[in-house]
């Protein structure tokens, strides 16, 4: 079996979607299963929603349902006009996810709270949705397919927004309910980012988690591949959205990608290579618009050569300095920085340490950093640069390519701090935002 995903560009419209279906044609024999995302832009429609709801925005809110309704109805009349009774079952089926939601958000108008709970039903939602039509369309096209709720596969925390699963009962689930509802059928097609806690209430793995599904699923049927079909050829030496002549990277390995999407490159989620690396599966990364394109492998270690193969970025992110009289050495500074920002579930990105100094990084958008960053202040002298960026160029034994640090600060301006990450997997700077987009660019063309 191989598992197929697909992002929600490579879902957005009739066209994608037809696309979509002509690639699981050529994938019959090797048994796919399909794990599709919402539609682009729905989940931060549906996550708009939900905000809308909680400040009691109650024409907003009909609004929003009134859109999100429109563009399934559309696709789905548009994929099935030549199947009336496959088309009324499903624009019945869309009318009940969309019905269920509105009512459920007109609860959360009502009283003008959202829990977590709550938002992960709302924006679970776009999945829902897709799948439904999606697996019609497949239907209509001689692609026999069976829908299955990945809620009932995939069990989890109750961490409702970054839900972390539960592998034992996962990987049983998926074994079963795959095992079953893939007989008499070519396709069995479910939805990423969605999923379930113990006692039944849905869950979501966080934003851009369907690739996170995908790699759980393959895990857990030993799956032969994972693909991770998306809106570029394959994974490159940087974000092309930055970097107009990018190149793309043949193969790179499972701890490479890792530190890539860790770093910030977002073409896969950071939790995505975990599970297949457990059971040595290949995930390829494709692009749904170019599939000549023979895109990226990220494979086990030993054939990797050394050296950068990519360079990261985040663009948002406070960089701190720390330093304690009361807390002496290392150790303790440490742990009271940590204890404090796990207390928020912040993470740091960066870190450098001397004696009584301690650097970080942190994303400037987390909703606790300010709480946070009082109690830090609180225990130690805290010096906040806000507006900072950091790059990061990633590759197994980074170093071996000499002059790096002279490279980039050829190409940043001012660096604030330089950090060489444990296994020598990445070396990163934080610089000036307003740099960031030049630095990387430049440091681009210096490197490949
Ligand atoms: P999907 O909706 O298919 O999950 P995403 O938008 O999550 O797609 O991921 C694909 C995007 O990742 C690309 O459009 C690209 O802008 C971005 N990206 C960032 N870094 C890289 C990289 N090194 N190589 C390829 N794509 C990258
Ligand atoms: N639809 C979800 C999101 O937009 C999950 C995903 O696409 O991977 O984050
Ligand atoms: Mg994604």
Redesign the pocket.
């Known amino acids: 079996m191989i598992v197929c995903k697909f992002?929600?560009t490579s879902v957005q419209n009739k066209d994608a979607i037809e696309r979509v279906i002509g690639i699981i044609k050529s994938r019959l024999k090797e048994r796919p299963v399909v794990v599709v995302?919402?539609f682009s832009k729905?989940?931060?429609q549906l996550c708009e929603l939900a905000d809308e709801a909680e400040a009691k925005h109650e024409s907003n809110v009909g609004t929003l349902i009134g859109q999100i309704r429109e563009r399934h109805n559309t696709v789905a009349s548009e994929l099935l006009s030549d199947n009336k009774d496959l088309l009324n079952h499903t624009l019945n089926r869309v009318g009940e996810i969309c019905d269920e939601l509105e009512a459920f958000v007109k609860g959360i108008c009502q009283i003008g709270e959202l829990s977590p709970r709550s938002n992960a039903r709302i924006i679970s939602t776009?999945?829902l949705l897709s799948s439904t039509i999606i697996s019609a369309a497949m239907n209509s096209r001689g692609v026999k397919s069976r829908w299955v709720d990945a809620r009932k596969m995939i069990i989890t925390n109750d961490d409702y927004l970054s839900a972390r699963p539960d592998m034992e009962a996962t990987q049983s689930n998926v074994l079963r309910i795959i095992g079953e509802e893939a007989k008499g059928v070519d396709i069995v097609l479910t939805q990423?980012?969605i999923a379930s806690s113990a006692s039944g209430a849905t869950t979501v793995l966080g934003?851009?988690?369907?690739?996170y599904s995908a790699a759980i699923i393959a895990m857990s049927l030993n799956a032969s591949k994972v693909e991770i079909w998306t809106d570029v050829d394959g994974i490159r030496t940087a974000d092309p959205r930055v970097v107009h002549k990018t190149s793309r990277i043949d193969r790179i390995s499972y701890e490479e990608a890792a530190e890539m999407a860790y770093l910030g490159a977002r073409v896969l989620?950071p939790l995505t290579i975990e599970p297949a690396r457990k059971k040595n599966i290949p995930i390829r990364v494709l692009n749904s618009g170019n599939t000549e394109c023979e895109g990226s492998s990220v494979v086990r270690d030993d054939s990797i050569p050394d050296g950068p193969k990519s360079i990261a970025f985040r663009d948002d992110i406070y960089y701190m300095e720390l330093s304690s009289r009361k807390l002496a050495g290392e150790t303790s500074m440490l742990s009271g920085i940590f204890g404090i920002l796990k207390s928020h579930k912040i993470e740091a990105f960066l870190v450098s340490t001397k004696e009584s100094k301690v650097s970080i990084t942190v994303e400037a958008g987390h909703p606790e950093l300010e709480e946070a960053m009082e109690e830090l202040s609180e225990l130690m002298e805290m010096t906040v640069y806000r507006d900072k960026a950091q790059i990061s160029i990633v590759g197994k034994n980074v170093l071996r390519r000499d002059k790096l640090i002279e490279d980039m600060a050829s190409v940043t301006g001012k660096i604030y701090m330089v950090s060489i990450g444990a296994g020598l997997m990445n070396i990163s700077f934080v610089i000036d935002r307003d740099r960031l987009a030049e630095s990387v660019d430049g440091l681009h063309k210096k490197l490949f």
């Open positions: 992002g929600g995302s919402a729905v989940t931060r776009g999945e990423g980012f934003f851009e988690g369907s690739d989620h």
